[in-house]
């Protein structure tokens, strides 16, 4: 297996790696304004109430997706750099 070959396994993997970890962490987002429309929507649920949650989760679910690729690239540099400096240290 020639070494190109093996950096894109490797990367395949690691890539694959990261995002399975990244999304199996839970993100917690705590939004002062998606609270709020969440409270004015319980005290009064009507459908104007209900569209401004609706657009809050939406606004959360965005923070989070980009919150799991955040951790993903990250996660993905570290296994990286542990494997490259593992690698250097049994070949020496």
Do not use: C
Not at 69 to 92: D, E, I, Q, S, T
Request: charged fraction near 20%; proline fraction near 3%; aromatic fraction near 8%.
């Amino acid at each position: 297996m020639t070494r190109i070959a093996r950096l894109s396994a490797q990367s395949g993997i690691t890539a694959v790696l990261a995002i399975a970890l990244s999304f199996a962490m839970p993100v917690f987002v705590d939004r002062h304004a998606y609270t709020k429309s969440v409270s004015a929507y319980v005290k009064n649920p009507n459908p104007e109430n209900e569209a401004i949650m609706k657009l809050e989760r939406a606004e959360n679910r965005w923070i989070e997706l980009k919150s799991h690729v955040v951790a993903a690239g990250v996660l993905f540099g570290l296994m990286n750099a542990g494997y490259f400096l593992v690698g250097r240290v049994n070949k020496a």
